[in-house]
DNA sequence: CGCCCTATTGAATATAATCAACCGCCGTGG
DNA sequence: CCACGGCGGTTGATTATATTCAATAGGGCG
């Protein structure tokens, strides 16, 4: 399903500040991959080898299972991930995956052998600092996301959604405000825990309110603050971007 | 808040078998630390230090945020942890702890210096998977919790809980069927992201069914392969005790 | 052009929240 | 010993929120 690799050099990378690869010493290499859009990076079931992938460009759904039991829809989203994160933390341990990692839009990753970098070498003790941040950080955040599952309206977490992506396109130079939305309706649904129908509602009621403008998947946003204070009860910040610091200081 | 400690040889002890502490090397001691009912472990903010802890005995709430900020009831439960699991692995690199963690009843932990026995010595690496596969295990899990949260009704997340408790009593030697609830129906109500209210309609209802005797905060299931058609499809097996054998058998 | 798939809209229904009252247990103090 | 008050838990009535089922709109693509 990945449909072209290459050798990549770590040390003239562009995201070497962010990414595990580069810190482990200035001779490594790692595979990039480029996948197409709606095809997976991996599919539950299929083994695990020693690799982290870390995305470069693009994004992608973790889903539940296989990604396509064809009549079964039932495919549960679990989360997005989008550039710069990190995939595959979940499986270390793991002989099979457990879930599927589907590109939303063509997209490119790099491979990372994490045993040989972060175990091996001169810099292991960062690499192990690096590998740990990750793993805890995943798991934050997934706590984080459970506790908006539990404690929320579905009108809430589609509004911490577009903060998400909305951040997550700022830390990649682009404009905050506006960008497209790489899921479906479906997907978002499924993500929040919702039917397709009632973020169809939800989203309509948005733009009645002149939160922002959306044409098909093509986002503006008019109201961050707005937004804001309907995510969190009007405090900023879920410490975000701590972590990210951390993770290019370590 | 902790009550008292005192130190424990690993190579003795009756749970060595599940234990990272104890695949560290035959002369492996670590700290055994008495918590009294409703006294914390350790609460958000606080200093995390170099350990991570093994439940003995008893049982605990995960809290986000401190977990009496007195006037503010808004505590939420992220998860409750039981014997035999761990706690504080989310908090690997961190400098303060994200969460509070809450003795449900009078408990018993192992406090464990995960950074000494996972990165020297001679049964290292075998550390390390252990490490990494509790981390990963704990990711699962999370996820588990959070397809429950978004896919589910009330209805079922609730069977799910009580076939975990149960599961988990059965885990320690117990009688599967009977066992006392640890939390408050409020603990309940937070963890299901439903309110209070709700968790004693549910068991009102699971009585009427016939699903099971409840008094005050015992319990006794009467129809578990109901509950378990209700909690998952009809399907029988979240594979977690698969995990508990990799766990043992590293 | 016409089909298929995604997305939208509407009406009726189900599920859980909210507000409010009440019960029963337990510890305290008269 | 019993009365009191507090807390955890239960129950009821009403309302809000999201689901379900069904029908429709619109874009992309052969």
């Known amino acids: 399903m990945a449909n072209s690799i290459e050798q990549n050099n770590c040390s003239v990378c562009s995201q070497r500040t962010q990414c595990v690869g580069a810190a482990a010493g200035s001779q490594t290499t790692s595979h990039r991959i480029r996948i197409e859009r709606h095809t997976s990076l991996y599919e539950a079931g299929s083994a695990v080898g020693d690799q982290i992938y870390h995305i470069r460009s693009g994004s992608f759904k973790v889903v539940r299972g296989p990604s396509t039991p064809d009549s079964d829809a039932d495919a549960h989203v679990i989360g997005f991930a989008l550039a710069p994160d990190f995939i595959g933390l979940d499986a270390l341990d793991q002989l099979e995956y457990a879930n599927s990692v589907v590109a939303l839009e063509d997209s490119v990753v790099c491979s990372i052998s994490w045993n040989r970098h972060a175990f091996?070498?001169?810099?292991?003790?960062?690499?192990?600092?690096?590998?740990?941040?990750?793993?805890?950080?995943?798991?934050?955040?997934?706590?984080?996301?459970?506790?908006?599952?539990?404690?929320?309206?579905?009108?809430?977490?589609?509004?911490?959604?577009l903060l998400t992506l909305s951040e997550r396109q700022a830390t990649y130079g682009y404009q905050p405000e506006e960008f497209r939305l790489p899921m479906s309706r479906c997907d978002i649904a499924s993500y929040l825990g919702v039917t397709a129908e009632c973020v169809s509602r939800l989203l309509l009621q948005f733009k009645q309110r002149a939160l922002f403008e959306l044409c098909r998947r093509?986002?503006?946003?008019?109201?961050?603050?707005?937004?804001?204070?309907?995510?969190?009860?009007?405090?900023?910040?879920?410490q975000l971007q701590q972590d990210q610091a951390m993770l290019a200081a370590a």
């Open 120 to 161: 091996e070498g001169r810099r292991r003790p960062v690499m192990r600092a690096h590998l740990h941040a990750l793993l805890a950080r995943e798991m934050r955040r997934e706590q984080r996301a459970a506790l908006m599952l539990r404690n929320t309206q579905a009108e809430q977490r589609m509004a911490d959604l």
């Open 218 to 238: 093509d986002v503006k946003l008019l109201d961050m603050s707005a937004l804001r204070t309907m995510a969190f009860g009007h405090e900023p910040p879920p």
